[in-house]
């Protein structure tokens, strides 16, 4: 069996297809042939793959240690219910993803990325939209460019899901039990950020961040706020449609992505492994 896999680029300036590869047998061989594609696209795709969770656990930790192994995003609740409900924590922790977004810029440590399959998809595929920073970053007029290099903006979960309406309801404690809400430091991040593999520079951007360093918080606001919109556009943007048995691994340090609305009313999900970031190269300004 032949080791270099077969790719078909999606219709955008990042991210493609793969084919010939069983994501539960890879040889060191193919993975280094996935690592390289995964450095130049951004985002593979591997479509009607049906691995089970123990083969996506390991097949994420051929990139790196994983911040955290297999954990569905869905609406089904543990007794089976499924959740439609507007003001459910469940609920609103997936409407808040709704918003563009690099995954832990909020936690000490930025992700590297992640594998995520799907196990159960509703009918209107609830797609999930990937957009390149890259691109974007280079996009910038160099005045706008030269600003942004300058600049570092604190990102954090309570701002974002606070700013949507979304924040959980709060334990006994008074705080919240939710992945991402910590007590430590806010973390500050550069708004351009060079890339550790490929040395190009990458908007470092979307919903979690805010209060960019030495800006009034309406003119951070509205910076921030454009930049998330001009940003993902065009051929910059490719949304998955999602088939059940899909895997996709996408690069946490070029791209973003959000989810996107779907009647909730029928059941959805899929399963989130995130390979962890390297604490030389994400880890926080002020962790360092
Ligand atoms: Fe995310």
Known sequence: MGTKPL?????????????????????????????????????????????TLDEQNRFAAM???LEFPAAAITNIDIDG???????????????????????????PVQAFGAVV?????????????????????????EVTREQLRG?????????SQGRAGYLPTKNEAGGYSMYGYHDKPVPVRPMIKVHPDTGIENLLIGRHAHDIDGMDASESVELIDRLNDEACVGDRIHFHQWEAGDVVV???????????????????????????????????????
């Open 7 to 51: 790719v078909e680029r999606v219709d955008a300036c990042f991210g493609a297809h793969i084919h010939d590869v069983d994501l539960r047998h890879v040889s060191n061989e193919t993975f280094a042939s996935l690592r390289e594609l995964l450095t130049e696209f951004g985002l593979l795709v591997f479509p009607a793959q049906h691995i």
């Open 63 to 65: 990139f790196g240690e």
């Open 81 to 107: 219910t499924v959740l439609s409900d507007q003001g459910h924590d469940t609920v609103k922790s997936i409407r808040g993803n709704e918003g563009w977004h690099h995954d832990s810029t909020y936690m």
């Open 117 to 141: 399959s799907a196990e159960i998809v509703p009918p209107d595929k609830a797609p999930t939209g990937f957009a390149d920073m890259r691109a974007a970053c280079a996009a910038l007029d």
């Open 151 to 159: 600049l570092r903006a604190k990102h954090s979960l309570y701002y």
């Open 250 to 288: 996408w690069d946490n340090r070029r791209l973003m992505h959000c989810a996107s609305e779907f009647d909730l009313t029928h059941p959805r999900r899929i399963w989130h492994t995130r390979i962890a970031g390297s604490e030389v190269t994400e880890l926080a300004d002020n962790y360092r």
